[in-house]
């Protein structure tokens, strides 16, 4: 019996009437159910799309990407197995809830790095203030390494801004809490538009935090 898959699909499209079509259809010549698309970033006339696809059968993966690829100026940038889809809207929308809803600091902490990491399908997420590291989840790195990580990405205003940074590493700040909020994950980029999600998601933290301390 043929195995089925959940499938991410990043592709990089030209930006022109018609380009998204085009891959919309090559994924349906393989049998491919799209259940969602997400644009995660635009610029100079290049789009980067991830659809959700759901395929009858694994091994129609591989028969996936060359379909994709037919398409004039498309290229796959990555292809990954995943368990569920995520659904960045809802997504966003249920973390907050969740923070808002943490009884106390540590437990928002603890709430952070769990939501975050789920939501971003990360490898691993740590909360890092100063030396001290308030949460992790994940096989993260060690403290030395983390604080390096910091200190150079942190350096540079456009990653501090979420507008950039390395591939496999986003990093937002609390400003409140004076803490770092950063995500690690292996083979798939963070774009532009998961950036600014995880900046948003650090601004509700970092309030909630506040409301928790003012209640104190």
Same mark, same amino acid.
């Given at each position: 019996?043929?195995?089925?898959?959940?499938?991410?699909?990043?592709?990089?499209?030209?930006?022109?009437?018609?380009?998204?079509?085009?891959?919309?259809?090559?994924?349906?010549?393989?049998?491919?159910?799209?259940?969602?698309?997400?644009?995660?970033?635009?610029? &100079?006339?290049?789009? *980067?799309?991830? +659809?959700?696809?759901? @395929?009858?059968?694994?091994? /129609?993966? %591989?028969?996936?990407?060359?379909?994709?690829?037919?398409?004039?100026?498309?290229?796959?940038?990555?292809?990954?197995?995943? &368990?569920? +889809?995520?659904?960045?809207?809802?997504?966003?929308? &249920?973390?907050?809830?969740?923070?808002?809803?943490?009884?106390?600091?540590? $437990? /928002?902490?603890?709430?952070?790095?769990?939501? *975050?990491?789920?939501? +971003?399908?990360?490898?691993?997420?740590? /909360?890092?203030?100063?030396?001290?590291?308030?949460?992790?989840?994940?096989?993260?790195?060690?403290?030395?390494?983390?604080?390096? #990580?910091?200190?150079?990405?942190?350096?540079?205003?456009?990653?501090?801004?979420?507008?950039?940074?390395?591939?496999?590493?986003?990093?937002?700040?609390?400003?409140?809490?004076?803490?770092?909020?950063?995500?690690?994950?292996?083979?798939?980029?963070?774009? #532009?538009?998961?950036? %600014?999600?995880? +900046?948003?998601? $650090?601004?509700? %933290?970092?309030?909630?935090?506040? @409301?928790?301390? $003012?209640?104190?």
């Amino acid at each position: 019996m043929a195995e089925s898959a959940n499938v991410l699909v990043r592709v990089w499209l030209p930006d022109r009437p018609g380009a998204l079509g085009l891959v919309a259809s090559r994924i349906g010549a393989v049998r491919g159910d799209i259940v969602g698309i997400d644009v995660l970033e635009r610029d &100079q006339g290049v789009v *980067i799309d991830e +659809f959700a696809v759901r @395929l009858a059968d694994l091994d /129609l993966v %591989a028969v996936l990407v060359k379909e994709v690829e037919e398409v004039d100026g498309a290229s796959v940038e990555e292809v990954r197995i995943v &368990q569920r +889809f995520p659904d960045p809207r809802l997504d966003a929308l &249920q973390s907050a809830a969740t923070l808002c809803e943490a009884p106390s600091t540590e $437990a /928002l902490c603890a709430r952070l790095v769990g939501q *975050i990491r789920r939501e +971003f399908l990360a490898e691993w997420t740590v /909360l890092l203030r100063g030396s001290a590291l308030l949460a992790s989840e994940g096989e993260a790195p060690s403290a030395d390494h983390l604080q390096a #990580l910091a200190t150079g990405t942190m350096a540079s205003p456009s990653v501090a801004e979420g507008e950039t940074g390395p591939g496999d590493l986003a990093i937002a700040t609390l400003e409140h809490l004076g803490a770092l909020l950063m995500v690690g994950r292996d083979g798939q980029a963070f774009r #532009l538009r998961e950036r %600014a999600q995880l +900046f948003a998601l $650090a601004r509700v %933290a970092d309030r909630a935090w506040q @409301l928790l301390d $003012a209640g104190g």
